[in-house]
């Protein structure tokens, strides 16, 4: 709800609109006619700026032009003859293209409820982390429930997030629900009159002369968004022409694409039978992945469901090859499987997100074959980039994370962590010794680093290797002792996610005291090997004694003689009594 100070004549926003590093415009609404003017400057005792629009009327619409790249301003806007505004109405300017700094990006899909459940997901975001700036805001379509009419917008977007409105440009995605009272062809309708969106490059990439699909850069990022509703959605359509364009003209190293509806889906929608969803996945994934797109976010279905990294699916699910279309099978996640990892070059990989229960959730109709992770539960995509790493979030809307993964890139100014091994396995090569083998999925590793652990939970570094290396022999251990192994690789950039966890035992060792062997209770239930000849064994109970050729006996719950004597290459195994 707007402020008392807002009420008598500001009745809507302000808002912010296409923002990059030179510009922003700044968007509100009177209940009277009235001149549309911007005061700003860098300091909010000093507005020494001023920007206006030459037409009055109750719609206001102001460009800041010439403005410096990553630089913090504060404003007011004219209502009437007061200025309106205090140090929220501020604003920080994108940094320059290309430029490497840490990103916060806040993604909803799905938002438009303007109720309970979407105050309670924005809320939890709020509260995730308060002193960091959100920096880029997507919407992933149908922004206002059920026709996307003006009035919705009012209650959905302008009185669910006045804060993040006046501070943080919002980029839209038109949804199925938005375009009951949009056109696309002809640019009209509440979404096109709300949103002013970069038709001519305004904020980088290629002109797509439309406001229904458009690209735009954030430092070193590159975000397109694409109509999946109205636009033509064929490989000879206008849509698909641009987005070759954008696509060939970006040198940016993160590529982020977002429509509303997502190529796969077992979510409210089966991407299997929906057209629109089916469209996309046969006729725009090809594309962007030749063209190296790192991650895909998509609504429509409400629930959150994440792929694995994929390449090269573009039917239905029950086509889905694991060996053909995996790229990393494993979880993603840093203190899971490793960090997913890629560079651009064409089919190396892309992640899917569906996040459109931003809102309200549906049942699920199933889990796709693509995703490692599907719920129905309400929540906010939270993207931290910095360089060349990719850290998403799942925050749900009571405020926990639901899932996470990472995702690195090989072409950033640091080199990527090196990729997890895999198949970990030990055997005991005596009483002292386990031999360890593994196998190196890196090529970028300087060294790999051995832990063991007694009990699984208290874990010591035992060794580290060299580069490329596939094996090691731990000892001296203690004998007829279990231990637990993992393994991971290291480079500059960081570690890898942990290998298998494998185990061994360690043999129970010799029994022997300069000829005079002694049997415990600690050598109970364990075979030990006679290391000298004769060996005398001291007093014992239920004693089994080999020869050479294996041929046993048994003297249950007997008491040996001092004196009793095993021959060479003998093995003795203690029972417990």
Same mark, same amino acid.
């Given at each position: 709800?707007?402020?008392?100070?807002w009420? @008598?004549?500001?009745?809507?926003?302000?808002?912010l609109?296409?923002g990059?590093?030179q510009?922003?415009?700044i968007?509100?609404?009177?209940?009277?006619?009235?001149?549309?003017r =911007?005061?700003?400057?860098t300091?909010? !005792?000093?507005l020494?700026? *001023?920007?206006e629009s030459?037409?009055s009327?109750?719609?206001?619409?102001v460009?800041?032009?010439?403005l410096?790249?990553?630089t913090r301003?504060y404003?007011?806007?004219?209502?009437?003859?007061?200025? $309106?505004g205090?140090?929220?109405n501020?604003f920080?300017?994108t940094?320059?293209?290309?430029?490497i700094?840490?990103?916060?990006?806040?993604?909803l899909?799905?938002?438009? *409820?303007a109720?309970?459940?979407?105050?309670?997901v924005?809320?939890?975001?709020?509260?995730?982390?308060?002193?960091?700036?959100?920096?880029?805001?997507?919407?992933?379509?149908?922004?206002?429930? /059920?026709n996307?009419?003006?009035a919705?917008?009012?209650?959905?977007v302008?009185?669910?997030?006045? #804060?993040f409105?006046?501070? *943080?440009v919002?980029?839209?995605?038109?949804?199925n629900?938005?375009g009951?009272?949009?056109?696309?062809?002809?640019e009209?309708?509440?979404?096109?009159? &709300?949103?002013?969106?970069?038709?001519?490059?305004? %904020?980088?990439?290629?002109a !797509?002369?439309?406001?229904?699909?458009?690209?735009? @850069?954030?430092?070193?990022?590159?975000f397109?968004?694409?109509?999946?509703?109205?636009?033509d959605r064929?490989?000879?359509?206008?849509?698909h022409?641009?987005?070759e364009?954008?696509?060939?003209?970006?040198?940016?190293p993160w590529? $982020?694409?977002?429509?509303?509806?997502?190529?796969?889906s077992?979510?409210?929608?089966?991407? #299997?039978?929906? !057209?629109?969803?089916t469209?996309?996945?046969e006729?725009?994934?090809p594309?962007?992945e030749q063209?190296?797109?790192?991650?895909?976010?998509?609504?429509h279905s409400?629930?959150?469901?994440? !792929?694995?990294? &994929?390449?090269?699916?573009?039917?239905?699910s029950?086509?889905?090859?694991?060996?053909?279309?995996? =790229?990393?099978?494993?979880?993603?996640?840093t203190?899971g499987?490793?960090a997913?990892?890629? /560079?651009?070059?064409?089919?190396?990989?892309?992640?899917?997100?569906v996040a459109?229960?931003?809102?309200?959730? /549906?049942?699920?109709?199933?889990?796709?074959?693509?995703?490692?992770a599907?719920s129905?539960?309400?929540?906010?995509?939270?993207?931290?980039i910095?360089?060349n790493?990719?850290?998403?979030?799942?925050?749900t809307? /009571?405020?926990s994370?639901?899932?996470?993964?990472?995702?690195?890139k090989?072409?950033?100014?640091?080199?990527?962590?090196?990729?997890?091994?895999?198949?970990?396995?030990?055997?005991?090569?005596?009483?002292?010794?386990i031999?360890?083998s593994?196998?190196?999925? %890196?090529?970028?590793?300087?060294?790999?680093?051995?832990?063991?652990?007694?009990d699984?939970?208290?874990w010591t570094?035992?060794?580290?290797?060299? %580069?490329?290396?596939?094996?090691?022999?731990?000892?001296?251990?203690s004998?007829?002792?279990t231990?637990?192994?993992? =393994?991971?690789?290291?480079?500059? %950039?960081?570690?890898s996610?942990?290998?298998n966890?494998?185990?061994?035992?360690t043999?129970?060792?010799?029994?022997?005291?300069?000829?005079?062997?002694? $049997?415990t209770?600690r050598?109970?239930?364990?075979?030990?090997? $006679?290391?000298?000849?004769?060996?005398r064994v001291?007093?014992?109970?239920?004693?089994t004694?080999?020869?050479?050729?294996?041929?046993?006996?048994v003297?249950?719950r &007997?008491?040996?003689?001092?004196?009793?004597?095993?021959?060479?290459?003998?093995?003795?195994?203690?029972?417990?009594?």
């Amino acid at each position: 709800m707007q402020s008392a100070a807002w009420a @008598d004549t500001v009745t809507r926003g302000p808002y912010l609109q296409t923002g990059s590093d030179q510009q922003v415009t700044i968007h509100w609404r009177t209940d009277v006619d009235s001149s549309s003017r =911007v005061y700003f400057g860098t300091s909010p !005792s000093s507005l020494d700026h *001023t920007a206006e629009s030459p037409q009055s009327g109750t719609e206001h619409v102001v460009k800041l032009d010439g403005l410096s790249p990553f630089t913090r301003y504060y404003y007011k806007v004219q209502a009437g003859s007061t200025r $309106i505004g205090d140090t929220s109405n501020t604003f920080v300017t994108t940094p320059s293209p290309g430029s490497i700094q840490p990103v916060r990006v806040w993604v909803l899909g799905d938002s438009g *409820t303007a109720d309970s459940r979407a105050a309670a997901v924005r809320d939890a975001y709020k509260n995730l982390s308060p002193a960091t700036r959100t920096d880029v805001w997507l919407m992933l379509g149908d922004n206002a429930y /059920s026709n996307g009419e003006d009035a919705e917008y009012q209650d959905a977007v302008f009185d669910m997030y006045p #804060d993040f409105l006046k501070s *943080t440009v919002l980029w839209p995605a038109l949804g199925n629900h938005d375009g009951h009272t949009a056109d696309s062809d002809t640019e009209s309708g509440p979404y096109y009159d &709300i949103f002013d969106l970069p038709r001519n490059a305004e %904020a980088g990439g290629v002109a !797509s002369h439309t406001e229904a699909y458009y690209s735009f @850069d954030y430092a070193n990022i590159h975000f397109i968004c694409l109509d999946s509703y109205e636009t033509d959605r064929s490989t000879s359509g206008s849509m698909h022409q641009w987005l070759e364009s954008d696509l060939s003209a970006t040198g940016q190293p993160w590529i $982020i694409v977002f429509w509303h509806h997502p190529p796969y889906s077992k979510g409210s929608h089966d991407s #299997d039978t929906d !057209s629109r969803m089916t469209d996309m996945r046969e006729n725009f994934l090809p594309l962007l992945e030749q063209y190296g797109v790192d991650l895909v976010l998509s609504g429509h279905s409400h629930s959150y469901e994440r !792929s694995y990294l &994929i390449d090269g699916h573009y039917g239905t699910s029950d086509t889905f090859d694991a060996s053909t279309h995996l =790229v990393d099978g494993g979880d993603g996640q840093t203190d899971g499987d490793g960090a997913y990892s890629k /560079s651009g070059a064409p089919h190396k990989g892309s992640v899917y997100v569906v996040a459109g229960s931003s809102g309200q959730t /549906s049942s699920m109709r199933g889990t796709h074959p693509v995703m490692i992770a599907s719920s129905a539960t309400l929540g906010s995509l939270v993207l931290d980039i910095n360089d060349n790493r990719l850290d998403a979030r799942f925050l749900t809307d /009571s405020g926990s994370i639901y899932d996470h993964f990472t995702l690195l890139k090989n072409n950033g100014t640091t080199p990527a962590p090196p990729a997890a091994p895999d198949q970990l396995t030990a055997t005991a090569g005596g009483p002292d010794r386990i031999d360890l083998s593994w196998h190196d999925n %890196a090529d970028n590793e300087d060294a790999f680093v051995l832990e063991r652990s007694l009990d699984k939970q208290i874990w010591t570094e035992t060794a580290s290797l060299s %580069a490329n290396s596939t094996g090691h022999t731990d000892t001296p251990l203690s004998q007829a002792t279990t231990y637990y192994y993992r =393994v991971k690789a290291r480079n500059p %950039a960081g570690d890898s996610g942990y290998s298998n966890t494998a185990r061994a035992t360690t043999t129970g060792g010799c029994v022997v005291s300069n000829g005079a062997a002694s $049997i415990t209770n600690r050598y109970y239930s364990n075979e030990h090997d $006679i290391c000298q000849a004769p060996d005398r064994v001291s007093a014992a109970s239920n004693v089994t004694v080999g020869t050479d050729a294996w041929a046993e006996y048994v003297a249950p719950r &007997i008491e040996l003689a001092p004196g009793f004597h095993v021959l060479d290459g003998g093995r003795l195994t203690v029972r417990q009594p």
